[in-house]
């Protein structure tokens, strides 16, 4: 079992608790590139001897049945934490994200490709900076371009029984 983590280190090193109550200290946790993890107290390791020495212990593994994901179809794969949060890859090209308070997004730029439908269960969108689109922004009741179209034609009846030119206040 895991019993400490030092993650400040350039390869991870883990205090284990190893078979018959012995504890050894500066394991060092070899990860897969591009992926790391601070596993918490009490996950399970799978560690090696090099050519036997057990002086020169290396985890090669970590996991934690406790908080594993289940049901996975054939080929799905799952990034999770113990808290519930979770990114899964899908069958059908499904990206499915689990956040439990707030998702964040830090880029200069996000860019998305697709035909997009945000489905909110609170009407609210807060934007600290401008959101620009290319194409067309509509809610179930028309598009922005159908709003301003609407408003940039519009006139009103005059109090001498006439209309009133169209707006001078357009709406680009």
Do not use: W
């Not at 190893?18 to 009490?42: I, N, Q, S, W």
Request: hydrophobic share 35%; net charge neutral.
């Amino acid at each position: 079992m895991v019993s400490l983590v030092d993650p400040a280190r350039l390869m991870q090193v883990l205090q284990l608790r190893m078979t018959a109550g012995e504890t050894k200290d500066g394991v060092e946790h070899f990860e897969p590139y591009g992926y790391t993890a601070h596993p918490l107290r009490g996950a399970e390791h799978l560690t090696a001897f090099m050519n036997g020495d057990r002086s020169h212990a290396v985890v090669l593994c970590v996991a934690d049945r406790r908080h594993r994901v289940r049901g996975l179809k054939p080929g799905e794969v799952c990034l999770y934490t113990d808290e519930g949060d979770e990114i899964r890859f899908q069958r059908g090209r499904v990206i499915g994200v689990t956040a439990g308070s707030r998702l964040d997004v830090t880029a200069p730029e996000v860019v998305v490709r697709a035909s997009v439908k945000v489905t909110l269960d609170t009407p609210l969108v807060h934007a600290t900076k401008d959101i620009k689109a290319d194409g067309h922004i509509s809610d179930a009741l028309g598009s922005m371009q159908g709003m301003r179209d609407r408003f940039n034609g519009h006139d009103h009846p005059g109090d001498s029984g006439g209309t009133t030119g169209k707006t001078n206040q357009r709406m680009e």
